[in-house]
């Protein structure tokens, strides 16, 4: 319904403000560039209008008759939040929508936005109810289309009222970086699901999301990425679960809608108490999650954290001349291993065998002098390279000095029978994710190489426990 001249501009220059609580509809708003633009929207705020408009365009030619606004909430603290608008009208029948866009694609090659405007969740709520739709966002200023359309008989004015709640993401992991699977088969349920995956600030990584597994019939989801150590988060969801990102192309539906903006994800699932269990698996183990969305709401997402962590067994610091520190006189090694010595120009080199659960790891360093003493050294954190001696060292803070070792033939091992643990002797329990640092120091006696000092370094070593 149309306002008077008068209350739209009072509308226009009162009610539009930050300053206000109550920001009312402005004529014509039925499409999306029509739009009454709401700069600001917080908790406890409303908007308000009057209509008895269809959601959609009834015929060629035709635009959306109901209201549409375009709004922005407010910045709010960092971390997860869901938020929600709540609809009231004295006269029942209103529904309320959020808009996003149509998504074109092929499986296989993957899928593409349009211009098409689309529903991305509907409003719960029939009679007298209030009508509820919702959405998640992380630092506010999510930018959306929210549009209320009537009938006949909705004369009476609405009110939507904003609310947030936070979200705190359920942890699970930690996972070895590499090839990582995210699946909801074979989890004792038939949901139809719909997954992203987001980074350490809740932002969408592109390409990383599936509804339906690729080439099957399936309608439940199967995600494998090769992920880098970081923290990431999983949004899981029945379908439709829609954020700005488009299908990548090992999607079998890739015709799901969009959201107009970067920064909120919706479903437009109204289910409730839904199973969405889950696994997630990496080189060398799956954990099984249990899960459900729903929960006594809808539009629920359910929203997941983990850790992806160095791989088990890792080579890093390198006196090979590629790091930020070279070696002290221009004695480069070979690739991946310490800085030359006098008696062996590539340089010694630190590798590891065995499992970390049950510890069977033994450290073994090589390329030393034929007869030296060396001292395996194990640290709590790594630094990018400081000079030591004639190579560059690679353990940080808390070092604790594993064994001291005769190496025989220029090699050396620990822990040898009769020797602890290397857990043990470096507190490092199986386990418990701890990463220790390891680095073998050994003498060089020839005054001649590299001068003044006598004494060198291996490689570092990263062991993921």
């Known amino acids: 319904m149309r306002l008077s001249p008068i209350a739209a501009c009072t509308a226009l220059l009162a009610t539009l403000s930050r300053g206000q609580t109550t920001f009312a509809e402005i004529e014509p708003h039925g499409e999306k560039s029509e739009a009454t633009s709401v700069v600001c929207l ?87 109810a209030p009508r509820v739709v919702s959405w998640y966002g992380s630092v506010g200023g999510e930018e959306l289309y929210y549009r209320v359309g009537g009938g006949a008989t909705t004369t009476q004015a609405y009110f939507a009222t904003l609310s947030t709640s936070a979200v705190v993401p359920t942890t699970t992991g930690p996972f070895v970086a590499g090839s990582i699977t995210i699946s909801t088969e074979g989890q004792g349920h038939a949901t139809d699901t719909d997954l992203w995956l987001y980074d350490a600030n809740f932002a969408p990584i592109a390409l990383a999301g599936n509804d339906d597994v690729y080439v099957s019939t399936s309608v439940q989801s199967r995600l494998v990425r090769t992920l880098a150590p970081g923290t990431y988060h999983l949004a899981l969801s029945v379908f439709n679960l829609a954020n700005e990102q488009m299908s990548p192309a090992d999607e079998d539906f890739v015709q799901g809608n969009l959201c107009d903006f970067a920064g909120m994800t919706a479903s437009s699932s109204t289910l409730q108490n839904v199973d969405v269990s889950f696994a997630i698996s990496d080189a060398g183990h799956t954990v099984p999650v249990s899960a459900s969305v729903g929960v006594g709401e809808a539009h629920s997402v359910a929203w997941f954290r983990f850790e992806v962590l160095p791989p088990l067994f890792e080579s890093y610091c390198p006196g090979d001349g590629t790091q930020p ?45 034929s007869l030296a003493y060396c001292l395996f050294l194990k640290g709590d954190a790594q630094t990018t390279g400081v000079l030591f001696g004639d190579g560059v060292r690679c353990v940080d803070g808390a070092l604790i000095r594993l064994r001291l070792k005769l190496s025989n033939a220029g090699a050396a091992a620990f822990p040898e029978v009769g020797d602890p643990l290397l857990s043990v002797r470096g507190a490092t329990p199986p386990g418990s994710a701890t990463i220790g640092y390891y680095q073998t120091y050994y003498r060089n006696a020839a005054a001649s190489f590299c001068p003044p000092e006598t004494f060198n370094v291996t490689n570092g070593w990263r062991i993921v426990w």
Do not use: E, K
């Open 42 to 128: 917080d908790d406890g705020d409303v908007l308000t209008g009057t209509t008895t408009g269809s959601l959609v365009a009834l015929g060629v030619g035709t635009s959306p008759t109901a209201d549409t606004f375009r709004v922005r909430t407010c910045t709010s603290a960092p971390g997860l939040h869901r938020r929600t608008l709540t609809l009231t009208s004295a006269s029942p029948g209103h529904t309320a929508t959020l808009r996003g866009l149509v998504q074109s694609g092929i499986p296989g090659v993957g899928g593409t936005a349009t211009t098409i405007d689309a529903t991305v969740a509907t409003s719960t709520g029939t009679g007298a």
């Open 325 to 369: 520190q070279p070696g002290p006189c221009a004695n480069s090694g070979a690739s991946g291993r310490g800085c030359a010595n006098s008696v062996n120009a590539q340089g010694a080199q630190l590798t590891a065998t065995g499992t970390t659960n049950p510890d069977t790891v033994v450290l073994h360093a090589s390329g030393m002098p």
